[in-house]
């Protein structure tokens, strides 16, 4: 049997449904309790994370490149750059 790991959207998908459905019971919690409105600012929190979790697999974050000029990953050196040019 071969085991595999979860890529970092596939964590993070995970971690967030488990935020919904703390998030949903939350809400329906207040509802019972007599406050309609907390309740529904909590739904659409739930909402958000839903898009958060749904867009985590749909468009993942691009694939790290480190640049070929100044080897920087997330962001260029600019000075580098300017020597290089
Ligand atoms: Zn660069």
Excluded: N
């Amino acid at each position: 049997m071969t085991t595999r790991t979860f890529t970092l959207a596939e964590l993070a998908q995970v971690d967030l449904a488990v935020r919904i459905i703390a998030l949903t019971e939350y809400a329906d919690d207040l509802a019972a309790i007599g406050y309609p409105l907390q309740s529904r600012v909590i739904h659409h929190k739930a909402q958000l994370v839903y898009r958060a979790a749904r867009a985590e697999r749909l468009d993942p974050e691009p694939r790290l490149a480190p640049c070929g000029i100044c080897h920087g990953v997330r962001s260029c050196d600019w000075t580098a750059h300017q020597e290089a040019l």
